[in-house]
């Protein structure tokens, strides 16, 4: 089945840790996202991707590296330096930059806890 | 800074009856408004969408109604079943840096249909 696969499902952090978020996708999409969901603040755009080697910070992006080393891959790294990462993160694809013939596609998404 | 405001976060309706979500928008530079639809442990996942020279667009129980003046859209869900009892999302489309259109997306409303 085509789709995006998210992993690990739940993840916890200790203080002061890196943690990496695995995001596949076998869609061909070009475009890729991570989206970071918090209780009554709906869904805020961590990174994007439109090309495979490019990426672009989003309207978060402090505290978070990416990279996109292949078509298929955006792996989202939380670091230390991230405040509050208690969240839920989802990562989406779409088939290019997003228009009204491209829909963006969601993963089932990690939820990560800091202990 | 949030650009899209959704109404209300919660809203319970009996089963048969119509469920109604309000957005309101600021920038004029949105021009593609989908809604999404997520269950708990889900990823959203596209329900209906509209462009804002239509006023109204319906898709079964589902219906966008655009007021472009207003800068308002909303869902309008008729026959509500209890099936339908997940988190909603409006959001909307904006052209950020390098041109590549991004979504802006409201905080979200948690339906509950009561059967």
């Known amino acids: 089945d085509g789709g995006i696969t998210q992993s690990p499902k739940y993840l916890f952090r200790k203080e002061g840790q890196n943690v990496t978020l695995s995001c596949e996708q076998n869609?061909?999409?070009?475009?890729m996202y991570w989206y970071r969901q918090d209780p009554g603040q709906g869904l805020r755009l961590i990174y994007y991707s439109q090309i495979v080697n490019d990426f672009q910070k989003g309207d978060i992006a402090e505290g978070y590296s990416v990279s996109r080393e292949k078509k298929e891959s955006f792996p989202l790294t939380v670091t230390s330096a991230q405040k509050n990462p208690t969240a839920f993160y989802l990562c989406?694809?779409?088939?290019?930059?997003?228009?009204?013939?491209?829909?963006?596609?969601f993963g089932e998404g990690s939820w990560l806890t800091v202990v | 800074q949030q650009q899209v405001k959704q109404s209300p976060q919660s809203l319970i309706v009996q089963k048969g009856g119509i469920s109604i979500i309000n957005c309101a928008y600021e920038?004029?530079?949105?021009?593609?408004f989908p809604w999404y639809q997520q269950f708990p442990g889900k990823g959203p996942a596209l329900l209906i969408a509209?462009?804002?020279?239509?006023s109204e667009k319906k898709e079964g129980r589902f219906t966008i109604s655009f007021n472009k003046s207003a800068k308002q859209f909303s869902l309008h869900i008729m026959d509500s079943q209890p099936g339908d009892s997940a988190t909603y999302f409006c959001?909307?489309?904006?052209?950020?840096?390098?041109?590549?259109?991004?979504?802006?997306f409201g905080s979200g409303t948690q339906l509950t249909v009561l059967p």
């Open positions: 869609l061909n999409h070009d475009a």
């Open positions: 989406a694809s779409s088939a290019g930059q997003l228009s009204s013939g491209n829909t963006i596609y």
């Open positions: 959001a909307a489309r904006r052209i950020s840096s390098g041109s590549a259109r991004q979504l802006t």
């Open positions: 509209i462009r804002p020279d239509v």
């Open positions: 920038n004029t530079a949105f021009d593609y």
